[in-house]
């Protein structure tokens, strides 16, 4: 085989999926694309920002 075949399945498993998710992230052309790939970052950066709120680094921790 030959062509874009023969370089589908050498790229399988889970390098495969992630040269794919790398192209479908930086597309510069496709806008639909782009609104979700930040809008889903977007999301994720407010779930991390509710979740860790509540730690406070500096306050003395309990000793148990």
Not at 25 to 49: E, H
């Amino acid at each position: 085989m030959s062509g874009k075949k023969a370089e589908g399945q050498a790229g399988g498993g889970v390098m495969g999926w992630i040269n794919s998710a790398c192209r479908f992230a930086s597309d510069r052309n496709d806008f639909r694309r782009n609104l979700l790939v930040n809008l889903g970052l977007f999301a994720a950066g407010v779930w991390v920002a509710r979740n860790l709120s509540d730690f406070d680094l500096m306050s003395p921790q309990p000793i148990t």
